[in-house]
């Protein structure tokens, strides 16, 4: 089974990928597998290392949106692509508006590996 861990890599990091096209978001939400059953409304891909984001966990902890305390905001601005829902589109058509951007990232952090798990937003 894929762990919260690997689900997270699945769907925000692509370290490869340093300039995106317009179609970025509508190829890539559909490569990680986030159009099935329904349209992920909001998605953020990352586009740094690995080691760079993991990181993260042991930078500035801030509160997360739900009340937890385990989030954490990178120190550096980070390159990251958002994928919105364009409003009027319905599953199985999924279609997103593609937004490259380079900002502060704030992520969850789980477990005694310190491995991210959940991505809380951008400031
Ligand atoms: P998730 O399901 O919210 O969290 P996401 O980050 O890809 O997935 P499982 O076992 O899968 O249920 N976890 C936490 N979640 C929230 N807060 C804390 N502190 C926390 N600690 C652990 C993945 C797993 O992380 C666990 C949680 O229980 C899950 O475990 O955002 C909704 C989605 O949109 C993305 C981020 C979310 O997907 P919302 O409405 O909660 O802010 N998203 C959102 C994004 O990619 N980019 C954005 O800018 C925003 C705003």
Avoid at 11 to 27: F, G, I, K
Avoid at 65 to 70: D, E, L, V, W
Avoid at 72 to 91: A, E, P
């Amino acid at each position: 089974k894929e762990s919260r861990a690997e689900k997270f890599q699945r769907q925000h990091m692509d370290p490869d990928t340093s300039t995106v096209t317009a179609s970025y978001c509508n190829e890539m939400m559909k490569r990680r597998n986030m159009m099935v059953g329904q349209c992920k409304p909001v998605n953020t891909f990352i586009h740094e290392p690995l080691h760079k984001v993991r990181a993260i966990c042991f930078q500035g902890n801030v509160r997360c949106k739900n009340g937890q305390s385990n989030c954490h905001q990178s120190s550096s601005k980070m390159r990251i692509t958002d994928c919105r829902l364009k409003k009027g589109s319905k599953y199985p058509k999924c279609d997103y508006e593609t937004q490259q951007l380079q900002k502060s990232i704030i992520v969850a952090c789980e477990c005694v590996q310190y491995e991210i798990v959940h991505f809380d937003g951008s400031v």
